[in-house]
């Protein structure tokens, strides 16, 4: 093993340049400052593999010239680098706590953890104008004091199998990510926090801008923001699919999710038990000629302070609503408002609450019957009037529900098909 401390250099401890294929391995960078990378400055065609190794309370110094990226390490110019089961912890940067790549680079990074990072953007990584591969990742506790305390993202990344758990940013407060032909699968975002209190801006897990991009099979619970989105603020036109909104919180609009200015498909999906003070505890959607679609989602229990629940649009606004079950015990299912004229519901196919007589056709007003609302269960019980209920044409139709279950014959309303 091999400890690099307290050394100043271009790259900290470590100035790797020029096609490199060096295997670095089990080895503890600690306390190191660098103007390019406090620990380690990757550049231009290198291929460098790290390995089980320790960036700790690393930092460049951009007074004496730095670029400020990279805490822990800089990745720039065309480099591709793999790093595999390290540890990045309490470093400091302007751009990239732990970690950043920039500058058409590509980074694969699995099972690392990203810990008590703190940057402008980035709290725990950074990366612009480059792309990463994420597998198997955990990013906690880290801080930014711009946007995206876990991950500040611009480019192409594929994150898989990570956790992202009681990071801070006031935008972004686990990730704020250019989903522009991302995806995102499998994870969980847990305890993160947003703290900006000014208007349109927050996303306790998650601040979405860019066209594309997919949001799959993930978990967004007890996330918080002071502002807009307790789960999710969205300002592109993600597909949501396969995931569940519980019991995130925020201070004024959009428990769950809220789209400004973008347009969201949601999928297979459950919204349940997020709390506003404001507008549309489930989801809150707004923004001049957008359209949303929600087809096979379910909805409970959500609450707002004024009376707002399950899914609040604005004026010229248009929501589309197929083979979903919106149904809240508190004071209604939907709401529309706006100071121009009320949002377009085109609803096909669905259980709401209280009834629904405006745009479409084939829905009901019934208790779902789900199995347990109390913790959050909301298969159907047997005997469900939303079972068999649904059609198989509705605008992005899945063929397997959130837990990959066939759907078969005539499907169900909601986002689990009846066993």
């Known amino acids: 093993m091999y400890i690099f401390q307290q050394c100043y250099s271009i790259g900290g401890a470590l100035d790797i340049e020029d096609h490199d294929k060096s ?25 460098t593999t790290f390995t089980s190794c320790t960036f700790h309370t690393n930092h460049t110094d951009s007074a004496s010239g730095g670029y ?41 990074i699995v099972s690392c953890t990203f ?21 198997n990742c955990t990013f906690g506790s880290n801080h930014a004091i711009s946007i995206g305390g876990g991950i500040a993202a611009m480019g192409k990344q594929t994150i898989t199998n990570c956790t992202f758990l009681d990071n801070i940013a006031p935008q972004g407060g686990g990730i704020s990510i250019d989903l522009s032909n991302c995806t995102v699968s499998n994870s969980a975002f847990i305890g993160n926090m947003a703290t900006s209190n000014y208007a349109a801006e927050g996303g306790g897990a998650m601040l979405i801008d860019g066209t594309g991009g997919t949001i799959t099979g993930r978990l967004f619970y007890e ?45 297979n999906s459950v919204i349940e038990f997020n709390r506003v003070q404001n507008e549309g505890a489930g989801l809150r959607l707004s923004g001049s000629n957008t359209q949303t679609h929600i087809t096979n989602c379910s909805f409970y229990g959500n609450y707002s302070s004024s009376s707002i629940d399950g899914i609040y649009a604005d004026a010229s606004t248009s929501v589309f609503i197929n083979n979903s079950i919106v149904y809240d015990s508190n004071d209604g299912a939907i709401f529309e408002l706006g100071s121009d004229g009320a949002a377009i519901f085109t609803i096909n196919y669905s259980d709401i609450y209280g009834g629904w007589s405006g745009l479409g056709a084939h829905n009901i007003s019934a208790d779902p019957l789900y199995t347990d609302v109390s913790t959050g269960d909301l298969t159907l019980k047997l005997g469900s009037p939303c079972i068999n209920t649904a059609s198989k044409t509705a605008p992005s139709y899945q063929s397997r529900d959130i837990v990959g279950t066939s759907r078969v014959g005539n499907p169900e309303m909601g986002a689990y098909e009846h066993l």
Not at 29 to 43: D, I, K, M, P
Request: include cysteine.
């Open 115 to 135: 810990e008590n990072n703190t940057a402008e953007q980035g709290g725990g990584m950074y990366i612009e104008d480059s792309s990463a591969t994420l597998t």
């Open 223 to 267: 996330n918080t923001a002071v502002q807009d989105g307790g789960g999710i603020l969205n300002h592109g036109s993600p597909i949501i699919k396969n995931c569940i909104l519980d019991s995130n919180t925020v201070g004024m609009n959009g428990g769950g999710l809220e789209s400004l200015g973008g347009s969201a498909t949601l999928v």
């Open 23 to 47: 295997k670095i391995t089990n080895c503890i960078f600690s306390n190191n400052t660098g103007e390019l990378g406090g620990a380690a400055f990757v550049y231009y065609y290198s291929i």
């Open 68 to 108: 400020g990226y990279g805490g822990g390490v800089l990745v720039y110019t065309l480099s591709s680098p793999t790093f595999t089961s390290c540890m990045f912890s309490n470093n400091s940067d302007a751009n990239g706590g732990g970690l950043a790549l920039f500058g058409q680079s590509t980074g694969k």
